[in-house]
């Protein structure tokens, strides 16, 4: 299967110079216990904006069209067709993380989207591709609780296509 896996603020921005506009604790420990012993695919700039450093008990996708990518403890993929064939054979989910230009190319592909809402505003330059709504369906919504470390209201949300 595969799913995306991303937060957003309310004008679904994504991120700021390849890192989180935002500190949300519960978001991140959302994506770890979605992502755990799955295969995450991320573009390079995602990748390097976690300053190369591989997501531990996953498999690190990364996805570039640069040939001679290479980076310690991480799979280097050069197209959406080689991580497909990929996610064909491998035993569990694949999860697209981002950015831009890699949700836009998995987009067709995706069968499941879980989706963090932070009901706030933030400055950055990479937002979510325009998703077209009417295609999916969704199935589960949960209120992500507030406090002292979490201080905006959000949402995880999941959707299926339809």
């Known amino acids: 299967m595969i799913a995306f896996l991303w937060a957003q603020d309310e ?17 991140l420990k959302y994506f770890k216990k979605m992502t755990q012993e799955k295969a995450v695919v991320m573009g390079r700039k995602t990748f390097e904006g976690m300053n190369k450093r591989p997501l531990p008990n996953r498999v690190n996708i990364i996805l570039t069209t ?24 491998y035993e569990n989910d694949t999860f697209i993380t ?19 809402v932070i009901h706030a505003e933030f400055e950055g330059d990479t ?31 999941t959707f299926n296509k339809k």
Do not use: C
Request: glycine content about 8%; aromatic content about 12%.
């Open 98 to 116: 981002g950015g831009t230009a890699v949700f836009e190319a998995f987009l067709p592909f995706a069968d499941s989207l879980y989706r963090t």
């Open 66 to 89: 640069d040939e001679n990518y290479q980076a310690d403890g991480v799979m280097v993929m050069h197209s959406v067709n080689e991580v497909m064939t990929f996610a064909k054979q």
């Open 11 to 27: 004008n679904g921005l994504i991120g700021n110079q390849g890192t989180l506009p935002w500190s949300l604790p519960n978001d």
């Open 127 to 157: 937002t979510i591709p325009v998703i077209d709504w009417d295609k999916w369906k969704l199935t589960d919504s949960q209120v992500g609780l507030m406090d002292d470390r979490n201080k905006y209201p959000h949402d995880f949300e």
